[in-house]
């Protein structure tokens, strides 16, 4: 039996800019990155630095937060993501800074490179040009680019990538092509199990899009899901226009777990999805089943979400892509095309008037 998810004329109208499909550019976006970066030199402050900071906003500071998180145990170096105009006071010339933004025109990321340009850091710059393209090109920084496909949301693979690449090359972080190619491939199993095309039936995105109608999604992973569990949070945001939670394990059974009764009336009204991997420490799994049979004894809807894939990049990017579809298929129940974001965009025009 078909339903409206399955209706590809009508889906088609709805997707006008194909963000469905955009989706499933990842997998190239992140061998095509990673091959860029292989041609890299990084002049010795940026290999002698003892800490990174990566600047960004929204879908340009994801890739930063699933590179600190998915090889957290493995960064050689601390990594802080700042998402705001200011420094902490801990950066100076020993602080690699990278400042990513897809647009390279957003005032956040401009005002921390600006910063990070007079306090002497090395700067590195991931974009696909704008006024940090110019500074990048003016100031003679490394500089990663990319040709602009579509939002910057859908630019995940290029994020994660070019930072993870140029981290590698400064020897901050041992990555190997292989577990590159891995993220790619699982990617590409994920998008094809779970495309348009797949009816409902055997399609794990559009049945959970379906759980997430009318409901307030709260999205919860540990480790190196727990980067994971956030951009769903902002896929839902941004591309389903719906309101959407992200927590993280095993931090949420020692507070989430004890908030969920109240309103009495919200309950039934939230649908809770708890991602899953082979490689969660296993306190952490158990964890992740408590907090799940904790929701069912409240009368909250949940699922456990199983994730594939060898190694801990390829989990983030089967669940990435899993959750990236979920939102379109959201998009697509409430009648929305995915990929404009006005509100963002009114924003940013205000501020610029202001
Ligand atoms: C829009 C999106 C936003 C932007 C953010 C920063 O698709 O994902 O979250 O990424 O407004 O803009 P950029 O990425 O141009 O620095």
Same mark, same amino acid.
């Given at each position: ?7 590809? $004329? ?19 976006q ?6 860029? $970066? ?42 802080? @993501? ?6 902490p006071?801990?950066?100076?010339p ?5 400042? %990513?933004s ?6 956040? $990321? ?12 090395p ?24 040709? !602009?496909?579509?939002? !910057? ?6 994020? @994660? ?16 092509? /292989?577990?590159?190619?891995a ?14 095309? @797949?009816?409902?039936?055997?399609n794990?995105?559009k &049945?959970?899009?379906? %759980? ?14 727990? !980067?994971v569990?956030?951009?769903?949070? $902002? &896929? ?13 394990? !095993? ?10 009764? &109240? ?16 490689d ?13 049979a ?15 894939? %060898?190694?801990?990049?390829? &989990? ?9 579809l979920?939102? /379109? ?11 404009? /974001?006005?509100?963002?965009?009114? /924003? ?7």
């Open positions: 039996m078909s339903d409206a998810l399955d209706d590809q $004329t009508i889906f088609g109208r709805y997707d006008a800019s194909g963000m469905a499909g955009r989706v499933g550019r990842v997998a190239t992140l061998r095509e990155g990673w091959a860029q $970066t292989r041609r890299l030199t990084l002049p010795a402050p940026y290999r002698e630095a003892t800490a990174v900071i990566v600047l960004g906003m929204g879908g340009s500071a994801v890739g930063a937060d699933l590179v600190r998180g998915v090889f957290a145990d493995r960064l050689r170096v601390p990594l802080v @993501v700042v998402r705001d105009y200011r420094l006071a801990f950066a100076g020993s602080t690699l800074v990278v400042a %990513s897809h647009s390279g025109a957003t005032e956040e $990321t401009l005002a921390g490179a600006a910063e990070a340009l007079e306090r002497r850091c700067v590195a710059v991931i974009t696909s040009g704008g006024p940090l393209a110019e500074t990048a090109t003016r100031d003679a920084l490394p500089l990663l680019r990319f040709e !602009p496909e579509s939002q !910057p949301r859908a630019a995940v693979g290029w994020s @994660v990538a070019l930072l993870a690449g140029l981290l590698e090359r400064a020897g901050h972080l041992a990555l190997a092509d /292989v577990e590159i190619e993220a790619a491939e699982q990617a590409e199993r994920r998008h094809a199990a779970c495309a348009p095309g @797949v009816s409902t039936a055997a794990e995105a &049945q959970l899009a379906w %759980s997430l109608v009318e409901r307030l999604p709260v999205v919860v992973g540990g480790g190196h899901l727990a !980067p569990a956030r951009r769903w949070k $902002t &896929q839902l945001n941004e591309n389903a226009k719906s309101w959407a939670i992200a927590d993280e394990l !095993p931090e949420a059974t020692h507070n989430t777990v004890a908030g969920i009764l &109240q309103p009495d009336s919200l309950r039934e009204h939230l649908f809770a999805v708890v991602l899953a991997s082979p969660d420490h296993p306190r952490t799994a158990l964890r992740g089943e408590l907090l799940a904790l929701l069912g004894e409240a009368g909250t809807a949940h699922a456990r979400v199983a994730i594939e894939g %060898s190694g801990p990049l390829a &989990q983030a990017f089967d669940a990435i892509i899993l959750g990236d979920v939102s /379109v298929y959201l998009a697509r129940l409430y009648g929305l095309d995915p990929t404009p /974001v006005e509100a963002i965009d009114a /924003v940013k025009r205000r501020l610029a008037e202001a």
